[in-house]
């Protein structure tokens, strides 16, 4: 068995290489398990494949169901197709592209993963050696025999693969070694052939060498033979022979990790993942997700610019170890763009590439369920604007009608929420629904309904251009929009409710918090459509996608409108590739308290802003006190109605600065509490309050207390918010009671 092992590590504080070899045989820790006692084992198989017919010897579990669960793959294989390591000429090694998988293959590994490498490119390498010696020794003859004159009538003939291959071997291995030295890493060399899988002591060889490497936190570097192998027989593995040939490194990865029961293997070639159809025809689709079964309907095309495999060639492999235990990813090691983080995105569950999975979800894939609500939108978008709202109507009844139903569902997710206690208390309170929320909600859907009439369709300008030519300019729905809102079930309804009347495809997706009350409210929504056939305008996102991965279908999505904290619109318009965001920013809302206030109005307006619904985007966050009022009747009644509705109050630094006894010290007056608290701070006067609010608000809502008339235009002419008001809560900043 031809199964060398050379070894190069350098270590962060010495400049000496050490090599050693390693000898092909068992250790005494390893047990092997022969074929004889897992043969009468039932292996699964599919009747379609009819090259999977080995007995498997492999007892860890199967592979993973989810793409979210690759972050727990331990053993893992990277496959690095031709095409991936040689440059476009064919001839030399992509560096760049070889240096970023070293660096993520070396992340992985510092992880505490054990790597392995299945590489190409020892020919590529050699072609580039041998064609250089052969110009330069053709360049000494000719110019010794015949003159300059001749040069440049020189040609390289065809080189021999096999040559090729035993002069690139070692230059292959010389380039990884040093590259992952610079990781403080070990790599060691394993060639091998198809002879080392059949012959049974082989075999058990080549396994106990590459365990007593990943134990020693080696990564192996796996390579066929090439300089020694034979021609590939054709479609020897569909033949009755028992096991997969090792015709080509995608079936030699395939092979490795089943018998090293690998985690995961990771297969990069120069397209994207897996097509529907030859990539680069006008109705190709990536496919996210590949079952077993589905080669049927894939049409491949020819195969890669170089190498001996193709995507059928990759395809039969990867089922071949998706059925040994092991899970698959095939992904572009190519793209510039994504290249440098392909590796590390696959093991963190991103939607990168084609996965293999045995478990079919029960629904449609997120992709489908966009095509879905493009084609639902477009129906939508025809009906007439009277059975648009009749739909709207519609739920709106059904949420009044199914009102138990509703909130028994809210009250387990609340219990599942209070049990985990992993949601803060802002939050529990938007996730909570109510009898009175149900109500409001009802109202507010009849009011959109009675509104719609003229919300697609309406001319906005009509202009003459010539005689008898006019051009329109007509208001017509955005396409597939997606909404992604946290902790707030309510907001399910009310969107619903807009895409509708805006004649808008739909894709909601809710927080796993809501997920029974989403469910209940979306078959409302559901069944409202469906009075006039369009139910599939609107979905709802129930699969495992990350938000991130939603952000990524710039084909199928024309907006994103994320609905909750600050945080999660920053990390949707970073996520979002290529498509607009819709954000908002943060619900920062001060109350100034001027010095001619009224007494009355006070208490009043400060209790509502804060105490009504502290979680709202558009309650009172900070309150902003004129100096003269401290210390007077009306300051100590905003202190006692405060501490009876038992908010927590946060001193601002000037207004601790006036106590000896003061409250906590606000960590940040640009803060957004989002429950029972709020932070007082003393201004000089208006103008000081404008001051404050421009510098530490979000230009959301800005609310002035003062009897005197002139102090209030100043404030509303100067204050650059949405909504500023005068004398009135904060909480009127809602579209339901502007009317709109």
Same mark, same amino acid.
């Given at each position: 068995?031809?199964?060398?092992?050379?070894?190069?590590?350098? #270590?962060?504080?010495?400049?000496?290489?050490?090599?050693?070899?390693?000898?092909?045989?068992?250790?005494? %820790?390893?047990?092997?398990?022969?074929?004889?006692?897992?043969?009468?084992?039932?292996?699964?198989?599919?009747?379609?494949?009819?090259?999977?017919?080995?007995?498997?010897?492999?007892?860890? /579990?199967?592979?993973?169901?989810?793409?979210?669960?690759?972050?727990?793959? @331990?053993?893992?294989?990277?496959?690095?197709?031709?095409?991936?390591?040689?440059?476009?000429? &064919?001839?030399?090694? *992509?560096?760049?592209?070889?240096?970023?998988?070293?660096?993520?293959?070396?992340?992985?590994?510092?992880?505490?993963?054990?790597?392995?490498?299945?590489?190409?490119?020892?020919?590529?390498?050699?072609?580039?050696?041998?064609?250089?010696?052969?110009?330069?020794?053709?360049?000494?003859?000719?110019?010794?025999?015949?003159?300059?004159?001749?040069?440049?009538?020189?040609?390289?003939?065809?080189? &021999?693969? !096999?040559?090729?291959?035993?002069?690139?071997?070692?230059?292959?291995?010389?380039?990884?070694?040093?590259?992952?030295?610079?990781?403080?890493?070990?790599?060691?060399?394993?060639?091998?052939?198809?002879?080392?899988?059949?012959?049974?002591?082989?075999?058990? +060889?080549? +396994?106990?060498?590459? %365990?007593?490497?990943?134990?020693?936190?080696?990564?192996?570097?796996?390579?066929?033979?090439?300089?020694?192998?034979?021609?590939?027989?054709?479609?020897?593995?569909?033949?009755?022979?028992?096991?997969?040939?090792?015709?080509?490194?995608?079936?030699?990865?395939?092979?490795?990790?089943?018998?090293?029961?690998?985690?995961?293997?990771?297969?990069?070639?120069?397209?994207?993942?897996?097509?529907?159809?030859?990539?680069?025809?006008?109705?190709?689709?990536?496919?996210?997700?590949?079952?077993?079964?589905?080669?049927?309907?894939?049409?491949? /095309?020819? @195969?890669?610019?170089?190498?001996?495999?193709?995507?059928?060639?990759?395809?039969?492999?990867?089922?071949?170890?998706?059925?040994?235990?092991?899970?698959?990813?095939?992904?572009?090691?190519?793209?510039?763009?994504?290249?440098?983080?392909?590796?590390?995105?696959?093991?963190?569950?991103?939607?990168?590439?084609?996965?293999?999975?045995?478990?079919?979800?029960?629904?449609?894939?997120?992709?489908?369920?966009? &095509?879905?609500?493009?084609?639902?939108?477009?129906?939508?978008?025809?009906?007439?604007?009277?059975?648009? *709202?009749?739909?709207?109507? %519609?739920?709106?009844?059904?949420?009044?009608?199914?009102?138990?139903?509703?909130?028994?569902?809210? =009250?387990?997710?609340?219990?599942?929420?209070?049990?985990?206690?992993?949601?803060?208390?802002?939050?529990?309170?938007?996730?909570?629904?109510?009898?009175?929320?149900? +109500?409001?909600?009802?109202?507010?859907?009849?009011?959109?309904?009675?509104?719609?009439?003229?919300?697609?369709?309406?001319?906005?300008?009509?202009?003459?251009?010539?005689?008898?030519?006019?051009?329109?300019?007509?208001?017509?729905?955005?396409?597939?929009?997606?909404?992604?809102?946290?902790?707030?079930?309510?907001?399910?309804?009310?969107?619903?409710?807009?895409?509708?009347?805006?004649?808008? #495809?739909?894709?909601?997706? /809710?927080?796993?918090? *809501?997920?029974?009350?989403?469910?209940?409210?979306?078959?409302?929504?559901?069944?409202?459509?469906?009075?006039?056939?369009?139910?599939?305008?609107?979905?709802?996102?129930?699969?495992?996608?990350?938000?991130?991965?939603?952000?990524?279908? +710039?084909?199928?999505?024309?907006?994103?409108?994320?609905? /909750?904290?600050?945080?999660?619109?920053?990390?949707?318009?970073?996520?979002?590739? #290529?498509?607009?965001?819709?954000? %908002?920013?943060?619900?920062?809302?001060?109350?100034?308290?001027?010095?001619?206030?009224?007494?009355?109005?006070?208490?009043?307006?400060? !209790?509502?802003? @804060?105490?009504?619904?502290?979680?709202?985007?558009?309650?009172?966050?900070?309150?902003?006190?004129?100096?003269?009022?401290?210390?007077?009747?009306?300051?100590?009644?905003?202190?006692?109605?405060?501490?009876?509705?038992?908010?927590?109050?946060?001193?601002?630094?000037?207004?601790?600065?006036?106590?000896?006894?003061?409250?906590?010290?606000?960590?940040?007056? =640009?803060?957004?509490?989002?429950?029972?608290?709020?932070?007082?701070?003393?201004?000089?006067?208006?103008?000081?309050?404008?001051?404050?609010?421009?510098?530490?608000?979000?230009?959301?809502?800005?609310?002035?207390?003062?009897?005197?008339?002139?102090?209030? &235009?100043?404030?509303?002419?100067?204050?650059?918010? *949405?909504?500023?008001?005068?004398?009135?809560?904060?909480?009127?900043?809602?579209?339901?009671?502007?009317?709109?």
């Amino acid at each position: 068995m031809l199964c060398r092992a050379a070894l190069s590590c350098r #270590g962060p504080t010495h400049g000496r290489s050490l090599i050693s070899r390693v000898r092909t045989t068992v250790s005494s %820790h390893l047990k092997y398990v022969p074929s004889s006692v897992t043969a009468q084992q039932h292996p699964r198989q599919w009747s379609n494949i009819p090259f999977m017919t080995m007995p498997l010897i492999r007892s860890h /579990g199967k592979p993973f169901a989810h793409r979210s669960e690759l972050k727990h793959a @331990k053993r893992i294989v990277v496959k690095l197709g031709s095409a991936v390591v040689t440059r476009g000429d &064919e001839c030399g090694l *992509a560096l760049g592209r070889l240096a970023s998988i070293v660096e993520q293959v070396s992340v992985l590994q510092n992880q505490g993963r054990e790597m392995m490498i299945v590489t190409s490119g020892a020919v590529a390498f050699g072609k580039q050696r041998l064609r250089h010696e052969i110009l330069l020794s053709q360049s000494v003859r000719q110019a010794l025999h015949s003159g300059q004159n001749q040069l440049k009538d020189m040609q390289v003939p065809v080189l &021999e693969a !096999r040559a090729c291959a035993a002069a690139g071997q070692s230059g292959l291995m010389a380039l990884y070694e040093a590259m992952f030295t610079q990781y403080s890493i070990c790599a060691a060399q394993i060639l091998v052939t198809n002879l080392d899988f059949h012959d049974e002591q082989k075999r058990r +060889n080549l +396994n106990g060498t590459l %365990h007593e490497l990943l134990r020693m936190n080696i990564v192996p570097i796996i390579n066929t033979n090439d300089a020694v192998v034979p021609p590939p027989e054709p479609n020897s593995d569909l033949q009755g022979v028992n096991v997969i040939s090792i015709k080509d490194n995608d079936s030699l990865a395939a092979r490795l990790a089943v018998e090293m029961k690998a985690d995961l293997i990771i297969v990069l070639s120069d397209v994207e993942g897996l097509f529907d159809s030859p990539p680069g025809s006008d109705d190709a689709k990536l496919i996210d997700i590949f079952y077993p079964g589905d080669q049927q309907s894939v049409t491949f /095309g020819t @195969k890669s610019r170089v190498g001996m495999g193709g995507m059928e060639a990759k395809v039969k492999a990867a089922l071949w170890a998706l059925q040994g235990g092991t899970s698959v990813v095939i992904a572009n090691g190519t793209h510039p763009k994504i290249s440098g983080h392909v590796i590390t995105d696959i093991v963190e569950g991103k939607k990168v590439g084609t996965f293999f999975s045995e478990v079919k979800p029960a629904g449609p894939t997120v992709e489908q369920q966009a &095509e879905m609500a493009r084609a639902g939108g477009r129906n939508l978008a025809t009906l007439k604007p009277e059975q648009r *709202a009749e739909i709207i109507f %519609h739920l709106a009844d059904l949420l009044t009608d199914h009102r138990d139903e509703i909130l028994a569902a809210n =009250r387990k997710d609340m219990e599942e929420a209070e049990e985990k206690g992993r949601l803060a208390p802002p939050l529990l309170k938007r996730l909570s629904l109510s009898t009175a929320k149900l +109500n409001s909600l009802a109202i507010g859907l009849r009011q959109i309904a009675a509104s719609s009439q003229d919300s697609v369709g309406r001319v906005i300008r009509r202009t003459r251009i010539a005689k008898e030519l006019e051009l329109e300019q007509v208001t017509v729905p955005i396409g597939v929009l997606l909404v992604i809102f946290e902790s707030r079930p309510d907001c399910l309804p009310q969107v619903s409710a807009l895409a509708i009347a805006s004649g808008n #495809g739909l894709l909601l997706k /809710g927080g796993k918090e *809501a997920s029974n009350s989403n469910q209940t409210l979306y078959r409302l929504t559901q069944e409202a459509l469906s009075i006039h056939g369009v139910k599939d305008a609107i979905q709802l996102v129930n699969t495992r996608e990350e938000v991130e991965d939603l952000c990524r279908l +710039n084909k199928l999505i024309d907006l994103i409108i994320p609905r /909750g904290s600050s945080e999660l619109v920053r990390d949707i318009q970073k996520a979002a590739k #290529g498509i607009p965001v819709m954000g %908002h920013s943060e619900g920062i809302c001060h109350v100034y308290v001027d010095n001619e206030a009224s007494v009355e109005k006070v208490t009043r307006i400060v !209790r509502d802003s @804060k105490c009504e619904y502290p979680a709202a985007c558009n309650a009172m966050e900070t309150l902003l006190i004129h100096r003269d009022v401290l210390r007077t009747p009306l300051f100590d009644q905003i202190i006692d109605m405060l501490r009876v509705e038992q908010v927590k109050i946060h001193a601002g630094p000037k207004f601790a600065s006036y106590l000896t006894f003061s409250p906590s010290e606000v960590k940040s007056l =640009r803060t957004e509490y989002g429950d029972l608290e709020c932070c007082i701070e003393v201004v000089d006067g208006v103008e000081d309050a404008i001051e404050h609010i421009h510098k530490y608000g979000s230009s959301h809502t800005d609310v002035i207390v003062t009897e005197n008339e002139a102090t209030a &235009e100043y404030f509303l002419q100067h204050v650059d918010s *949405a909504c500023v008001f005068w004398n009135a809560s904060s909480r009127f900043s809602d579209g339901y009671r502007f009317g709109l």
